[in-house]
């Protein structure tokens, strides 16, 4: 059965009763329907062990980080252990595009699968209103005096659609773009706040632009923060679905990882902490991105600190970093894995520098081989690494307790959690110290445009603020041909923006887009609405 009859023919829990065995009250919580709910509830100080799903450098092929997150929470539910699962939004650009839905997989699924994927609570739709409330208030200024004095424009319009169109637009005579709304900044500082309140101030601290003697104009300059919060004031309450096996989950916010900071919400976050014993979260893409903006950038906002981490491989993806084709990529190649290590042993390095422990899971695929499959165990054995292999995508829960238990017992161990560098140091030190120890780089090179951002930057005091790299999220370098662990090579810094109320420093390496295109097939071409079902949806 394809993904979507999988989860149409689940027998949903009411969403009360999931909200009941989290200990939540009728109060507690706004019906969404008899399957998803609001909750309103504030985060106590309660805290469970949280534990961050992250994953080897992606490939075309998909590494299942969310397929092992719900089946870890589910193992965990089916070893009476009380779970939750927090984890992301899908954007309807890669539902419609070409990574599909992001709501897991098989037997290891969020519901309702189809809602989640597509307008879900609105949450999204919020999000773009009032980011183009904001842009439209921009203009409006302009139009009617410009008494701020806007020379320029920093903060752009967003639709949460791939349209490659809207890279390049004319605006009143002025040059702009468009993002998609995973890469706005109204949906990284929604992410990052911790209360309304706290939205409130940070929607206030958006740099909109600079005057002629370079001095920022901020969102508040237009006293428009109150009405963006209140356009996000609903969206911004956590939602509340289940897993097939009924596990909680709360699912809130997407922020992309290769042009953001790729992390579920600060609030979800913490009322998953306060709720249940064992939280699973997520960052997207590979450990070089997701998992290390999460420990830099959102547990520095949030003073969270890790349990653990699951860095999740497979077999296919082994061996695309070893260079073998989409062809071959289903032969037996026990060689061909064992060069694609490196890989691995990259983002496990990386990952130990946190000081968090670091479990590695296999998610198993049918089409891989004992061979294959004992190459990464004994190389975890070897380099004493707690590993265990995963089966959720066709066991569901079942197939992931082993996961459970390694990853229980690795909770046991000690550690030590820091951020990779400290506030005080220079935007150079910061890209430096990312560049080589994350991307494994060995020399940094600027453009003229991002060394003069970086010198306004530190004009205007902002060093303090934590960087966020956006690059491809298919190489640790800023070249998606670089495969393996690439070393010895210039990574380039194109340019630099400052989210100013978000609370950190984009830093854009080589040719990143925040406005994705459409492959030649789209997904779209696969969906469908057919006797009252939806139909072609992954």
């Known amino acids: 059965m394809t993904d979507i009859e999988i989860a149409r023919q689940a027998e949903k829990m009411d969403i009360q009763e999931v909200a009941t065995s989290l200990g939540l009250k009728k109060e507690d919580y706004i019906l969404y329907g008899n399957d998803k709910a609001k909750i309103i509830k504030t985060p106590t100080d309660r805290q469970g062990k949280l534990i961050l799903v992250t994953a080897i450098s992606p490939t075309p092929y998909g590494e ?91 903060f752009n319009r967003c639709l949460d659609v791939n349209d490659r169109a809207l890279r390049r637009v004319l605006v009143e005579g002025r040059n702009e773009k468009f993002n998609i709304t995973a890469a706005s900044e109204i949906m990284a500082l929604f992410c990052l706040a911790n209360d309304l309140d706290d939205l409130k101030r940070m929607l206030g601290n958006i740099v909109i632009g600079y005057d002629k003697s370079h001095n920022m104009i901020y969102a508040k300059d237009l006293h428009i923060e109150g009405a963006l919060v209140t356009l996000l004031k609903d969206a911004f309450s956590p939602n509340l679905v289940q897993t097939l096996e009924h596990t909680p989950a709360i699912i809130h916010g997407g922020p992309f990882a290769n042009i953001a900071h790729g992390c579920n919400s600060v609030v979800a976050t913490k009322l998953g902490l306060s709720l249940g014993d064992y939280v699973i979260t997520e960052a997207g893409f590979g450990a070089d991105l997701g998992a290390e903006k999460f420990f830099d950038i959102k547990c520095r906002k949030a003073h969270l600190s890790p349990d653990c981490v699951v860095l999740v491989a497979t077999v296919k993806a082994l061996k695309y970093n070893a260079g073998v084709l989409k062809d071959d990529i289903l032969v037996e190649n026990v060689e061909a894995v064992r060069r694609g290590l490196c890989n691995l042993e990259a983002h496990v390095s990386n990952l130990e520098k946190f000081g968090v422990p670091v479990v590695v899971c296999l998610n198993r695929y049918d089409t891989d081989t004992q061979l294959e499959q004992e190459v990464i165990s004994e190389w975890c054995r070897n380099r004493e690494v707690p590993f265990a292999i995963s089966s959720a995508y066709c066991d569901g829960g079942m197939g992931a307790e082993n996961l459970a238990n390694v990853v229980e017992d690795t909770l046991q161990l000690s550690k030590d959690f820091h951020y990779l560098y400290q506030d005080e140091k220079s935007i150079c030190d910061k890209i430096s110290k990312l560049a080589t120890e994350i991307y494994h780089a060995s020399k940094v ?33 800023d070249d998606a041909k670089k495969l393996g662990n690439p070393s010895d090579y210039t990574i380039y810094v194109r340019d630099v923006e400052l989210y100013h109320g978000a609370g950190f420093i984009t830093i854009i390496f080589g040719n990143i887009l925040r406005m994705p295109g459409l492959p030649k097939h789209p997904n779209y071409e696969k969906i469908d609405f057919v006797d009252s079902k939806i139909i072609g949806l992954n």
Do not use: W
Request: charged share 20%.
């Open 445 to 477: 090179e600027y453009s003229d445009e991002a060394i003069r951002k970086i010198n306004l930057l530190e004009k205007n005091n902002l060093s303090y603020l934590p960087i966020c790299g956006a690059k491809t999220q298919y190489s640790l370098s």
């Open 64 to 154: 299942g980080k969310t397929t092992v997150s719900i089946g870890l929470g589910d193992a965990f539910h089916r070893l009476n252990k009380k779970a939750v699962l927090v984890l992301r939004e899908p954007s309807m650009g890669p539902v419609f595009g070409m990574k599909g839905g992001a709501t897991g997989g098989g037997y290891s699924q969020i519901v309702p699968m189809e809602d989640i994927n597509l307008h879900f609570t609105g949450d999204f739709h919020a999000i773009t209103a009032a980011n183009d409330l904001l842009c439209a208030a921009i203009d409006n200024h302009i139009y009617h005096g410009n008494e701020l004095g806007i020379e320029e424009v920093t």
